[in-house]
């Protein structure tokens, strides 16, 4: 072939285009040979053009094309023709068209697969997938799949609009350190060590947190960055070693405008990438209504199933289980009042539940902690039966009033000494209903809502002290500030998280400008003047240079791609992830390294994995 570069895509020609001379460059996704006439299907990240070699094309061409096989990397030279009406394959942007081929080429063969590029699909449509190491192993076969390319593709899509978006809104992208020190973050840091110093280590960012700070005290009042952070925790489907978010700060601010100035570019991502329009504002929820209601700090509310407190159940009859959520054993944290006994009321369901499929759903609140699963049906006459519906025989019409049960619809109890147990536990059970009867709106494909006035600190049962809900740095609600030391569990912050479709996409905060109220905070968890000092003293030294009141929120990129293209890990909208032990198959990372670059390091190796 004379000029093998393309003319075109794969994705690219209509009917429009018919008598055009081009060039085809992709991979051959199949061939069929019909005798006389041999059909290629021709692949690249654009779609899919069907190539025809006829029976007057040269016969080194139909000896080529004959030799082709799956995966082979060629250029096509041909002709397009435009399909006859019972040919056109509607299914196809290219289905017009083929084109037929004058002259082909091969760059590069392929070995036989390990898994197919294609699609195959179960009987019931659903997508057959190799195991999962093998699909890392050979990532950039598995990046071929369609599904795939489309994940990725969405992905950049939605960084430039992300870019767009805040540059329109004065923001300025500012690259933070990779190499940090290291600070008590919450999970582990990965760390580097120093040729140049020996003995000591830099840190890999778990986020830009202290970075982004530094940059409002140093004047740059709006800041965001795509950043690459590392945590050494267990993986998990929306968790991964290094994890990439939408990094944002803002100074001279409020809450207010970062929960606007969040929901602007999500509603801008949206329309821009996907053409979906998100509501002009996102519900709002505080942090105890998000348990007591969903059991959750992060609901799924695309089905409107709500729990109920049930504690008047404690006095409608003797029933020991109820007895002990009244009481409610959580008056050490006052944050709330409310009982243990939480109710949800499954609609129409009772001629469906089987006992099988109610222990199920006892499973599941026993590996959130509950007790155990209390339930009642509401038969045909409006009659209890089953589960613990002989205590509760004739006060059928008092319960069904105040929670809103009717005919045919299944009753459960969570009860515990501890309301947040009852709540997370009965929480999960609602989640589970939801998967399994298929509740959610079909109108309601991306539900937004922000989680707010959750509690400052959290008591370590385990360690007998204090510790704040998210980070030290947050701003307590300025109306507690009188009360930090004298009832911790009171407080409540300044911080917000945005949640999805029952995932936590984002966290963010007020931030602490003011020293002391800072070492206030430090003293409260137990952080003495010199330990709070090296870890965290260039960060507090700062804030004694005139530090604007500031905030901000980090949206997780990866979550974000995975919730949009309704994938279930995070593995699937990232081109090169770790499996569930962080390693790669692919390029076997992490690996052994040469006995002096150790040395180079001042690292000795003690012991090894076998």
């Known amino acids: 072939m004379e000029n093998s570069k393309r003319t075109v895509t794969c994705g690219e ?17 199949r061939t069929r040979d019909l005798g006389g006439l041999l059909f290629i299907r021709l692949r690249d990240r654009y779609g899919i053009t069907q190539v025809m070699v006829g029976e007057k094309a040269d016969e080194k061409v139909r ?4 030799g082709l096989k799956s995966e082979y990397c060629i250029a096509v030279e041909g002709v397009v023709n435009a399909r006859a009406e019972k040919d056109i394959n509607k299914d196809m942007p290219t289905g017009e068209i083929e084109v037929e081929a004058t002259d082909i080429e091969i760059f590069t063969t392929s070995q036989e697969l390990p898994f197919s590029i294609e699609e195959v699909r179960q009987k019931d449509g659903t997508l057959v997938l190799p195991n999962e190491d093998l699909r890392l192993k050979y990532r950039y076969l598995d990046l071929r799949r369609d599904p795939m390319q489309q994940n990725i593709i969405l992905r950049s899509q939605v960084m430039f609009a992300t870019r767009e978006y805040l540059t329109s809104k004065g923001f300025l992208e500012i690259e933070t350190p990779t190499f940090v020190k290291s600070t ?10 120093s040729r140049v110093h020996p003995g000591k280590f830099y840190s890999l960012p778990q986020s830009p947190q202290l970075y982004k700070q530094l940059l409002m005290v140093s004047g740059f009042d709006k800041y965001f960055q795509i950043a690459r952070c590392y945590r050494d925790e267990d993986a998990r489907g929306d968790r991964q070693p290094e994890f990439t978010q939408i990094d944002m700060e803002m100074s001279f601010t409020n809450r207010e ?17 996907l053409n979906y329009n998100l509501p002009a504002h996102f519900d709002r929820i505080t942090w105890e209504d998000a348990f007591d209601l969903y059991g959750s700090d992060k609901p799924d509310l695309r089905f409107d199933m709500k729990m109920q407190d049930a504690a008047f159940m404690a006095e409608l009859a003797d029933f020991n289980a109820f007895k002990a959520g009244a009481a409610n054993a ?10 243990g006994i939480k109710a949800l009321v499954v609609k129409n369901v009772a001629d469906k539940y089987s006992r099988k499929h109610i222990e199920s759903l006892e499973a599941v609140a026993k590996t959130y902690k509950a007790k155990g699963l209390a339930w009642m049906k509401i038969d045909a006459e409006g009659k209890f039966e089953g589960g613990i519906s002989k205590f509760y025989a004739g006060k059928e019409a008092e319960i069904c009033s105040k929670l809103g049960a009717e005919k045919n619809d299944l009753i459960l109890f969570v009860s515990d000494e501890k309301w947040q147990v009852a709540c997370v536990a009965l929480g999960a059970v609602r989640k589970q209903l939801g998967k399994d009867l298929n509740l959610y709106n079909p109108a309601d494909e991306f539900h937004f809502a922000w989680i707010i006035d959750f509690p400052y600190f959290a008591w370590n049962e385990e360690e007998n002290h204090w510790e704040t ?3 030290m740095f947050t701003l307590p609600q300025k109306k507690y500030w009188d009360m ?20 936590e996409l984002a966290s963010g905060s007020m931030r602490i400008n003011d020293p002391a109220l800072q070492e206030r905070i430090f003293e409260i968890v137990g952080y003495s003047r010199e330990r709070a000092k090296k870890a965290f003293g260039f960060l507090v030294q700062a804030f004694k ?19 949009m293209r309704h994938e279930e890990s995070i593995h699937e909208v990232i081109a090169f992830p770790k499996n569930n032990l962080a390693a790669c198959p692919m390029d076997e990372c992490p690996s052994v390294v040469d006995e002096k670059q150790l040395q180079d390091l001042h690292i000795t190796v003690t012991e090894r994995e076998e």
Request: no cysteine; hydrophobic share 35%.
């Open 13 to 29: 020609l209509r009917k429009s285009d018919a008598g055009k001379k081009v060039v085809l460059n992709g991979w051959v996704s």
């Open 63 to 66: 000896q080529i094309a004959a």
């Open 184 to 193: 008590p973050e919450g999970a582990r840091d990965y760390l580097v060590p």
């Open 257 to 273: 405008e970062v929960l606007e100035t969040t929901e602007g570019m999500m509603q801008y991502i949206f329309k821009k990438t």
């Open 330 to 339: 959580d008056k050490s944290i006052e944050r709330h009042k409310r009982s």
């Open 469 to 471: 809900e998210h980070h």
């Open 484 to 503: 930090l030391e004298s009832n911790p569990g009171a407080v409540k912050g300044d911080l917000y998280d945005l949640v999805l479709n029952g995932y």
């Open 545 to 563: 240079f005139g530090a604007p009141p500031h905030g901000g929120i980090a949206p997780g990129l990866d979550r974000l791609i995975m919730l």
